[in-house]
């Protein structure tokens, strides 16, 4: 039996190549990205470029596409424009090509930053709010999704997405880093010191919490959501999260509790603790968030960065931590 053609899309990004590698063994797997790669199983391609985009999806013939391409740094000195090119108009190509090509469903990655901050968990029905240009043009494309008609859809909002595929041994690597548990993992690894937002919340030990979820569990959630698309026909939106929260200072502590940790003001508009209610995708996927545990984020995490080392990535990065 031949295996189904899947096309993901920002495949050489950090969820995209741990994606990859994740179901190559049970689906034949492409990617397009933006940015250079080495695989020839992932094409260099930036969806605007509509005539290349369309030769690619002529070529790999996929039955789903994974829309993970975006503009996904949040950072408001980012021109706006970005936004609105790389995620909503670059969505609404894809969504062209495919009602042209009659690619029929799609697994979009949202963010959990679309939700009005709440300290009780949050559920696919929660308030929302998005403030960031960022959780602003996600949500725009949201919409512009459920409104395909003819689209079989799972929309994804993922929480704090982190750690390492530990077969094969694969994780994230941005410039510069913004992550705490990479930032953290690496900087204790290094013995320099960790800069922590806030130590006066309401929560335990002072500093904030918030929800992770291994990158094993997202490859986990995406496997069991195009087996859902394809078995039901039946669209649906899920939060991707542990239902569970790990402070900063949980984090810190589980690296190595002797790291050197300075303290600086809370960050405006942080919450105390912003965790979701994953239910809704244990009931439709039979999925929960089992590799989130803080030993395996972190265990994982410093083989990652351990190997970066071996293999001098890091040099190429001077600015990456």
């Not at 790389?86 to 959990?112: G, Y």
């Not at 030993?295 to 040099?315: C, P, Q, S, T």
Request: glycine share 4%; charged share 30%.
């Amino acid at each position: 039996m031949s295996k189904m053609n899947i096309l993901i899309t920002g495949a050489n990004g950090y969820i995209g190549n741990c994606l990859f590698n994740f179901l190559k063994k049970n689906f034949n797997v492409s990617g397009l990205d933006r940015n250079n790669t080495f695989n020839k199983k992932i094409y260099k391609c930036d969806i605007m470029n509509i005539k290349k985009f369309e030769k690619i999806l002529d070529i790999t013939k996929p039955k789903l596409i994974v829309h993970l391409a975006a503009q996904s740094l949040v950072d408001e000195t980012i021109n706006e424009k970005k936004y609105y090119r790389n995620n909503i108009l670059a969505t609404n190509v894809l969504l062209d090509l495919m009602e042209r090509k009659k690619i029929k469903n799609i697994i979009f990655s949202s963010t959990a930053s679309v939700y009005k901050k709440n300290t009780k968990p949050l559920k696919e029905n929660s308030s929302l709010q998005p403030l960031s240009c960022y959780a602003k043009t996600k949500f725009i494309c949201e919409k512009d999704i459920k409104k395909q008609k003819r689209l079989n859809h799972i929309i994804l909002r993922f929480f704090n997405v982190c750690s390492a595929l530990s077969e094969p041994l694969v994780g994230e690597l941005h410039k510069p880093e913004t992550h705490l548990v990479p930032t953290v993992t690496y900087k204790g690894l290094k013995n320099k010191t960790v800069y922590i937002y806030g130590k006066d919340f309401n929560t335990p030990d002072g500093t904030c919490i918030r929800d992770y979820v291994h990158i094993k569990d997202i490859c986990i959630a995406i496997k069991k959501s195009i087996i859902f698309l394809f078995k039901n026909k039946k669209s649906l939106l899920l939060n991707i999260g542990n239902s569970s929260g790990i402070s900063n200072n949980d984090i810190v502590n589980f690296v190595e509790k002797k790291i050197k940790v300075k303290y600086e003001k809370r960050r405006r508009g942080d919450v105390s603790s912003l965790i979701c209610n994953a239910k809704k995708a244990k009931r439709y996927l039979s999925w929960t968030a089992k590799n989130s545990t803080i030993d395996k984020i972190v265990k994982n995490e410093i083989r990652w960065i351990e190997k970066l080392n071996r293999i001098g990535l890091k040099r190429k990065f001077k600015n990456y931590l």
